[in-house]
């Protein structure tokens, strides 16, 4: 076996035998039916990789591709069945693939319908909308602004965020807006709070000083309409998911360790969602059982045997990093390297390359040496 570092050198290492290696109501009034201004002026765009998130790999894309064109050459179809902020997906986005994107949390749906899903959107009239968002003037306490307000944000822009959310869903509701378009709104305003919120990228807690007063403003997602015709979204437990679909490649990111995504993005979760659950602790958590992820759980290794064993598809890339033991308990592996490639290796033949990059941690600690790694499987079996 042999592991191989990104665009350089080959190093060749001898294993086991095992073949393997030692992761909330709103009483406010609206009017009946909103009317949107007629005009508009030109907004600003942003890319779907502008998103704070743990375990973002755009910054390991190079790794990625390297492995797929000198592994696989041209495919037809990609899932990517962790999807997170999507980049990968999106990455390989043409109007000849068809890329299939899942993630357990709501939020996450909501952004790949808007990046990978919209093919269908009249650019103008979003404009206009976005516009009116922007200058609405809430000086009224709602949901958002009761519970994050002072917190996460300043108490005017949480009450900005509740209103326009409101609004989003008022506008729906009266079919001004179809669910494409009310997903491109609500990514527009997921990653307007998340370029301002008083964190260090996650929501597990609030920086406890006081709250900048900041430019909240919402923006236009630069979105590749022609490119989305093929693709599908999907809003599942990914153990579910793979029962049901088939590709050539697929890309398996999941949680690598204790820390569950559902606590770290329960804010836009429960933003996007706007079920205005009860909220508890100092974070203002809601009630997240539904959303736990078994790869974060002492379970990780048995979900995972499920994944692959149902897996129809030609090819397999997982990522997982280094990091088993380097850190403290709710950052180590879940899963370890010998249970790895010993499931692995029912599928196929396991190559590793790895590349070395910057960990996107709490803001605690930098604990250096971070390999990201990337098992590739040619399914024979």
């Known amino acids: 076996m042999t592991i191989k570092t990104s665009r350089a050198r080959q190093l060749t290492m001898t294993f086991p035998n095992t073949s393997s290696i030692s992761d909330y109501s709103i009483n406010t009034i609206i009017p009946q039916r909103t009317i949107f201004s007629t005009t508009s002026k030109s907004i600003d765009t942003f890319n779907i990789q502008q998103r704070r998130y743990l375990g973002n790999k755009f910054n390991v894309l190079s790794l990625i591709d390297e492995v797929i064109n000198n592994e696989i050459g041209e495919f037809e179809s990609f899932c990517d069945i962790f999807a997170g902020t999507g980049v990968v997906g999106h990455y390989y986005n043409t109007p000849q693939r068809k890329i299939i994107s899942n993630d357990l949390l709501f939020s996450n749906y909501i952004t790949h319908t808007a990046f990978l899903g919209c093919n269908n959107i009249d650019n103008t009239k979003i404009s206009k909308i976005i516009n009116e968002l922007n200058r609405l003037n809430s000086t009224v306490d709602n949901y958002a602004s009761l519970h994050f307000g002072g917190r996460y944000f300043t108490l005017s822009t949480a009450r900005h965020i509740g209103e326009i959310r409101e609004k989003i869903n008022q506008i729906h509701k009266q079919q001004i807006i179809t669910f494409q378009e009310k997903s491109v709104l609500l990514t527009s305003l997921l990653y307007a709070m998340d370029r301002i919120a008083n964190t260090v990228g996650h929501y597990d807690a609030y920086i406890k000083k006081e709250v900048k007063r900041e430019n909240f403003i919402l923006k236009m997602p630069n979105i590749k309409y022609e490119a989305n015709h093929k693709n599908i979204n999907y809003n599942k437990d990914a153990n579910i998911l793979i029962r049901q679909i088939e590709c050539d490649v697929l890309y398996i990111d999941p949680p ?118 990337v098992f590739f499987v040619e399914v024979i079996k």
């Not at 997982?318 to 403290?328: I, L």
Request: proline content about 1%.
């Open 256 to 373: 690598y360790n204790s820390r569950q995504y559902s606590d770290s993005y329960h804010l836009l979760e429960n933003i996007m969602r706007w079920e205005k659950p009860e909220v508890h602790g100092e974070a203002r958590k809601f009630d997240r059982k539904h959303l736990k992820s078994d790869y974060s759980l002492k379970n990780a290794t048995k979900a995972f045997a499920d994944l692959i064993e149902n897996a129809k598809c030609k090819y397999i890339l997982f990522s997982y990093n280094n990091m088993a033991d380097k850190g403290n308990n709710r950052s180590n592996a879940r899963m370890n390297d010998n249970d790895i490639l010993e499931i692995l290796n029912r599928k196929g033949n396991v190559k590793i390359f790895e590349q070395s990059y910057k960990e996107f941690t709490t803001g605690k600690s930098d604990r250096g040496d971070n390999k990201e790694r």
